[in-house]
């Protein structure tokens, strides 16, 4: 069987769960979760994400590579995930090295914002653009960056960081992401939403305040980037709508009015993007021919 007609498998290993997905053809054929007790040993750990995963190998018609997101600092090269949010046993776990020892076919392994722009990239809305960034507002604040179509990591999977950024007393993540919500306003992005939704004045301010402070996070990323799309994921882009006119407003205080008249912002919306970016890395591999 010719290599690119064989699927692959996108890994997603969320707060949670572990989803994986047999990909073929551009399209998410199967997919299979399974759940993740994050407090277990990490041989348990490991041992559910195989769950998810072997019955894509149980057939003829195996695939041809493996691919996992897993949200931590990453060695790309060796496939090391390091320090694993969700899961605290998981403090150095050689996943390629495992993954390609069970299965007997390619792994690769990035992190979750890396995965999320690949995914559109080659899926999504970013598909018909050579420089894009994907950028997770979420409970953290993360980048992936494709540059002349391919995804750009940097040598220790460090490119896209714009969380760690310092602004103000803090960091954007500080102020960009969920975190903004909880730690200056003692409550969650979902339940603002929620109110936003009625009409409440409070939380409507409370969002336009936030996408002020995500404009300039994106201000960073165009002065370092100049992407022609910014595709946004992540809990905090669903309440787009509620600081969208604010973010905009903030961003036209960017130096390059040329930038910002061919800028495109948009909110991700395709289904099961994780698995589908895992998918991607073992794609964009195999085209390469690495």
């Known amino acids: 069987m010719r290599?690119?007609?064989?699927?692959?498998?996108?890994?997603?290993?969320?707060?949670?769960?572990?989803?994986?997905?047999?990909?073929?053809?551009?399209?998410?054929?199967?997919?299979?979760?399974?759940?993740?007790?994050?407090?277990?040993?990490?041989?348990?750990?490991?041992?559910?994400?195989?769950?998810?995963?072997?019955?894509?190998?149980?057939g003829r018609a195996r695939p041809a590579a493996v691919g996992a997101g897993v949200p931590s600092v990453i060695d790309p090269v060796r496939g090391i995930v390091y320090d694993v949010q969700n899961i605290p046993a998981w403090r150095k776990m050689p996943l390629k090295e495992r993954l390609e020892a069970r299965y007997g076919v390619p792994?690769?392994?990035?992190?979750?914002?890396?995965?999320?722009?690949?995914?559109?990239?080659?899926?999504?809305k970013a598909r018909p653009f050579r420089h894009a960034v994907g950028l997770i507002v979420g409970t953290g604040l993360g980048a992936g960056i494709i540059i002349d179509?391919?995804?750009?990591?940097?040598?220790?999977?460090?490119?896209?960081?714009?969380?760690?950024?310092?602004?103000?007393?803090?960091?954007?993540?500080?102020?960009?992401?969920?975190?903004?919500?909880?730690?200056?306003?003692?409550?969650?992005?979902?339940?603002?939403?929620?109110?936003?939704?009625?009409?409440?004045?409070?939380?409507?301010?409370?969002?336009a305040e936030f996408g002020g402070h995500l404009a300039e996070a994106i201000k960073t990323i165009l002065y370092v980037f100049d992407p022609e799309i910014i595709v946004l994921g992540g809990s905090v882009s669903r309440s787009y709508r509620f600081f969208a006119r604010a973010l905009r407003a903030r961003l036209r205080t960017f130096a390059y009015a040329p930038t910002l008249r061919d800028l495109r912002i948009a909110v991700s919306t395709t289904p099961h993007i994780a698995v589908l970016g895992a998918a991607a890395l073992c794609l964009d591999a195999l085209r390469d021919g690495s």
């Open 3 to 58: 290599r690119e007609r064989r699927s692959v498998v996108g890994v997603d290993l969320g707060g949670s769960n572990v989803r994986a997905g047999s990909v073929r053809g551009g399209r998410l054929e199967k997919l299979i979760a399974a759940r993740l007790d994050a407090g277990a040993d990490a041989e348990t750990v490991l041992a559910r994400v195989f769950s998810a995963i072997d019955p894509f190998f149980a």
């Open 107 to 124: 792994a690769y392994v990035n992190n979750d914002a890396n995965c999320f722009a690949s995914g559109e990239k080659r899926f999504g």
């Open 149 to 207: 179509g391919r995804l750009y990591a940097g040598p220790h999977c460090g490119a896209g960081e714009v969380g760690m950024v310092p602004y103000l007393d803090g960091t954007y993540e500080d102020y960009a992401s969920g975190r903004f919500f909880a730690v200056r306003h003692g409550t969650t992005g979902e339940e603002l939403a929620r109110l936003a939704r009625r009409g409440d004045p409070r939380a409507r301010r409370v969002f």
